[in-house]
């Protein structure tokens, strides 16, 4: 069974950077063609994509936030790891880690999501 | 920025058809992707390249594309079918991923 989970701080102040892990279990990120994903939501609002990280440990980050964001995996935990600086309260957001399907190339596993809000 | 524009809302009644459109430049050349979200909910993918559907997903989600916009398509509208509705794809260059502004079905 595939499964993926977000953990990190619920609450976190203007400026200061977020860490946020998500742990998987049902398939590894050192197999050929798995990649996973970062993606978050504003309350009532729409889904907005972050960040990818590949099984080869290619990257890639939304143009709008690559400058704040850093993707990283640690394969013998079975993690995958976002950092954000700069945090606002427009970060205020749900995020999501999901998987992306080898065959499908979509988004077909979606961790249960972390509420995150920042503010002072 | 790159942009896949959805209509914000779809009302439709029980047993009717409903069709939620997403639009873009590119979609042309990069494929489209549906997913479904109910309320405190994580998306769920129910169409993947423009047309196909996961198994599991019921028979009446159907996609199509023509052009620049993409259709996902409800035939027999069920209770259980509201939620919204998210459209995803790709910038030209296939490697940075958009999602539409998402659309509420609402089934009168």
């Known amino acids: 069974q595939v499964t993926l989970k977000e953990s990190g701080p619920a609450l976190v102040k203007p400026t200061q950077t977020l860490t946020l892990t998500c742990t998987f279990s049902g398939f590894s990120l050192t197999t050929r063609g798995i990649r996973v994903s970062w993606i978050r939501q504003p309350p009532g609002k729409a889904l907005e994509w972050l960040a990818r990280i590949d099984w080869d440990d290619d990257k890639f980050y939304s143009k709008t936030l690559e400058t704040r964001l850093t993707i990283s995996k640690d394969t013998s935990k079975n993690q995958v790891v976002l950092t954000m600086t700069n945090m606002d309260p427009v970060d205020t957001a749900t995020y999501f880690c999901?998987?992306?399907?080898?065959?499908?190339?979509?988004?077909?596993?979606w961790g249960q999501g972390t509420m995150v809000t920042v503010s002072s | 920025s790159y942009e896949l524009t959805q209509p914000p809302s779809v009302s439709v009644s029980p047993g009717q058809t409903a069709r939620i459109t997403c639009s873009a430049d590119?979609?042309?050349?990069?494929?489209a992707y549906w997913y479904q979200q109910k309320p405190g909910q994580a998306p769920v993918v129910v169409i993947y390249k423009d047309s196909e559907r996961p198994s599991g997903i019921p028979e009446r989600f159907s996609g199509s594309s023509s052009g620049t916009t993409v259709t996902l398509t409800i035939s027999g509208v069920q209770a259980e079918d509201e939620a919204e509705y998210h459209c995803?794809?790709?910038?030209?260059?296939?490697?940075?991923?958009?999602f539409g502004g998402g659309t509420k079905l609402t089934v009168l």
């Open positions: 999901a998987r992306i399907a080898y065959y499908s190339d979509a988004f077909d596993i």
């Open positions: 590119a979609l042309p050349i990069q494929y």
């Open positions: 995803q794809s790709a910038d030209s260059s296939g490697t940075h991923v958009v």
